[in-house]
């Protein structure tokens, strides 16, 4: 972040201060954090694990939002050994997502009832009225990481059977889903789902599957654009290069006299193709010079996509998430539970993706800073000291889960 940005934040509540702080500065980290009382760490994902050594040295207890990867969960050891917690995943997905699976999962346990089946999706849309532009996506979270999760392979059980999704078939292997009050989506999966059937505590689960929400339309572009490399991070020399011949050149037709009749043609699409018209849209088609001389396909997309995909004055994000579990009961009778999160941003404040995420790391930092968490080491919120009170505490905010029931289909 811009340091003006920061300080007008900071200045805006009251009790702030902002400074700019460079992550490779090991010094200046040391500096500040050492004169904390706990330290949330919101920077990009892969400095967190520098940051809680600096933590562990130090013996001050830290909070993150993301994923807690393999280098973070190494230190899990050295953080027990300080005595200080460090709690991951306590954003929106992950964590609250964690958060009221949980919660479900041991009502039913408590119950003598079993999990047979866990489906999760969750996506950062715009709301209906938002929904202005042929891709039916706005960014409200980094346009980078949006992307480049489409490069991400896939695991899930589904019915007893563990499916394996290459990263270029991924598109490929979406469903579409209703939402009630909402309509359809797409739904595809995200990342590798069978760690969590050990994590959440479900071992008899013959279904887990965790996957990304989006609007119709979005999985056969995204698939074309993947295909044209588009997601490509290789930098090249881009000099006097509009975003047409850049595309040209990408797919070995340079000089064409017909962009858009040799990528139908490319990419095997029909003639009046919805995925042409958003392309086209996009501005991947145009005349229109390259706005750098050096860069890689994903930065000269990421551009576009900044451009032309971003939320209007007065125009609001919208968060869904869903959890469907089949369980059965203690007396064996089928049960199926469905918990759904639905959220507005507030137009001309925050937005539901900064609330989502901002609130349950906000709560679980006092629940550590009040002394409420006792537990040491590298953590996430799925046991109930850590999930209940944040919960509850979002739903005081507004942030609450539908929850019906009905017998399993």
């Not at 695991?155 to 999704?165: N, P, S």
Request: hydrophobic share 40%.
């Amino acid at each position: 972040m811009e340091i003006a940005k920061a300080k007008a934040l900071a200045g805006a509540r009251g009790r702030g201060r902002a400074i700019a702080l460079d992550l490779k500065d090991e010094d200046g980290l040391k500096k500040e954090i050492s004169g904390a009382d706990i330290v949330v760490s919101l920077v990009p994902y892969t400095f967190h694990p520098a940051v809680a050594r600096l933590c562990i040295a130090l013996k001050k207890n830290m909070v993150t939002t993301s994923y807690a990867g393999e280098a973070m969960t190494a230190l899990d050891g050295d953080a027990r050994r300080a005595g200080i917690v460090i709690l991951n995943e306590v954003g929106l997905d992950p964590g609250i997502d964690h958060m009221e699976a949980m919660r479900i999962i041991h009502s039913v346990k408590d119950r003598g009832g079993t999990i047979l089946g866990f489906t999760s999706y969750c996506g950062g849309l715009p709301a209906p009225d938002a929904k202005t532009n042929p891709f039916g996506y706005k960014f409200s979270w980094s346009p980078r990481g949006v992307l480049l999760a489409g490069k991400n392979a896939a695991r899930f059980l589904q019915d007893g059977r563990e499916i394996r999704v290459p990263a270029e078939d991924l598109f490929d292997h979406y469903t579409m889903l209703t939402i009630r009050g909402l309509g359809d989506f797409e739904g595809y999966p995200n990342r590798d789902s069978l760690p969590y059937i050990e994590l959440y505590g479900i071992p008899e689960t013959r279904t887990m599957f965790r996957g990304t929400l989006r609007y119709p339309g979005w999985c056969e572009t995204l698939k074309k654009i993947a295909d044209l490399g588009l997601l490509d991070q290789t930098e090249t020399d881009l000099r006097g290069m509009s975003h047409g011949e850049f595309v040209a050149r990408l797919i070995g037709r340079s000089g064409t006299p017909d962009l858009k009749a040799a990528l139908v043609e490319r990419l095997r699409l029909k003639p009046g193709s919805k995925v042409i018209d958003r392309l086209e849209w996009l501005g991947l088609l145009s005349g229109e010079r390259l706005p750098f001389d050096q860069g890689s396909a994903l930065d000269v997309l990421e551009a576009l996509m900044l451009n032309k995909l971003q939320y209007g004055p007065g125009e609001r994000d919208m968060i869904v998430l869903q959890h469907e579990f089949q369980a059965v009961d203690a007396d064996g009778r089928p049960d199926r539970i469905l918990s759904t999160l639905i959220d507005y941003g507030d137009p001309g404040g925050d937005s539901s993706m900064a609330r989502t995420v901002g609130l349950p790391a906000a709560v679980g930092t006092r629940l550590v800073l009040e002394g409420k968490i006792q537990r040491k080491g590298v953590c996430l919120p799925i046991h109930p000291e850590i999930y209940e009170p944040i919960l509850e505490d979002l739903e005081a905010h507004g942030l609450s889960f539908k929850e019906e029931r009905s017998a399993a289909a």
